[in-house]
């Protein structure tokens, strides 16, 4: 039996690169799609979020000229893309996925509704949501929170490139110490930037538990499932 039985996957749009500078890594993909396909498999079912910062990032375009809210925009479209992309690659392992966007964006995605998103993944689709929230100034994480929330998932699943929350950085400081579980308001005190707070916030307040853990370790995604305890559980 799965540890959850309906889950939103938080993907991060830089894993896409895989060693890569730009753009989407076909192996890292195509590891992507083949661990969702195993957990797909068990029954889970499965909606995902996936940033666009391998493509293209709102915040740091503004930084550079750009206007904030067509910077965000850009990043938008950014998500589209690499949904469009990790839907190809469940397709080619058999795997069916419905992608959903914020904007009316039809015949490239239906327009997001929760109802539509849990019927299809009742169905075994895998659903991808994409667009972010479909406004400026909400990042992926936020979208995420929203989605989770608004499917009624049992979790957020956070797949980053590091193996749960630590005291410090843990590529910049080689004694931070990893927590197995945290509050949300410990979060806080200990300002730890798991997500951005407004996405951490939306999650504590309607009772959102957030499981970080490292996607780009192969069979990672089935550990958690599992109940194997490799990352670690934000809760109130």
Partial sequence: MARFKRILLKLSGESLMGNQNYGIDPERLGDYARQIKEIHEMGVQIGIVIGGGNIFRGLSGSQKGFDRVKGDQMGMCATVINSLALSSALEAEGVKTKVLTAIRMEPIGEFYSKWKAIEAMEDGRV??????????????????????????????????????????????????TKFHDITFDEIYTRNLRVMDLTATTMCKENNLPIYVFNMDVVGNLKRVMDGEEIGTLVHN
């Avoid at 929170?145 to 608004?150: D, F, K, Q, T, V």
């Avoid at 009624?152 to 400081?173: C, F, H, S």
């Fill in 127 to 176: 659903c991808i949501f994409s667009g972010g929230t479909g406004s400026p100034y909400f990042t992926t994480d936020t979208g995420s929170s929203l989605r989770g929330i608004e499917i009624e998932a049992d979790v957020m699943l956070k797949g980053t490139r590091v193996d749960g929350i630590y005291t410090a950085d843990p590529e910049k400081d080689p004694t931070a």
